[in-house]
DNA sequence: TATATTTTTGACAAATGTGTCTAAATAAAA
DNA sequence: TTTTATTTAGACACATTTGTCAAAAATATA
């Protein structure tokens, strides 16, 4: 389901957990700002669940990190998690480029 | 779900029916390699359902491409379907490119 | 036209994903 | 320690996804 890198330091999850933590934010508030349980939150900071992209907003705005950078770490994650198995993302992901 | 770009020329499912049909094939020959039922190939041609990764190489071989072309294609069709709609789309590429 | 082949559609079932809620485990504060 | 707040775990429900199968629609061939 994931590749190594992504659990080793830059999965979404613990880099909310990270900015979350760093405010003294408790689950609470963040989850009730995202309007889900406290349950989901904990889940999506330890990737057993995933965020939405409707969270980024409100992510960005409760953390007070823009949402450029929620994004790329949210647009990371879910690309390796997804594809990172792939042999050829890299050209994949260039193609990509080509077109935005 | 899907942005424009995507149905206009570039999806996954136009991209493999035009190379089967290239090659007279009929859906049957190419889903019995899949093994998967004829209907279900039919829908992902018509990108009403997923292509799995598993199936990269054995398109690869029954359609006579070679597995990077199908798989960038594969990865183009994914990632632009999933998160096209984002903002920072190509910030978010360029970072997992520097990871790469 | 009539027949055979290919393609599409939709009903159904199984597996997966997503959220709520309650209670248990953990950590912090009195 | 006792109490309170936070975090995690798991049962449940509901929606989505993915596949099979059978039959209809479309296309090609005799």
Redesign the pocket.
Known sequence: ?CLNKIDKMESFGKYI?QL??SKG???????AAL????????????N?????S??IPILARILEKSEKDIEIQFIKSAIISDLGELNYLKDGLKEILKIL
Chains 1, 2 share one sequence.
């Open positions: 389901m957990r979350r933590e934010l408790p689950l609470r508030k963040v989850a309007d889900v349980d406290t349950s989901i939150l904990s889940k999506i900071e330890r057993e669940r995933r965020a939405t409707e969270m």
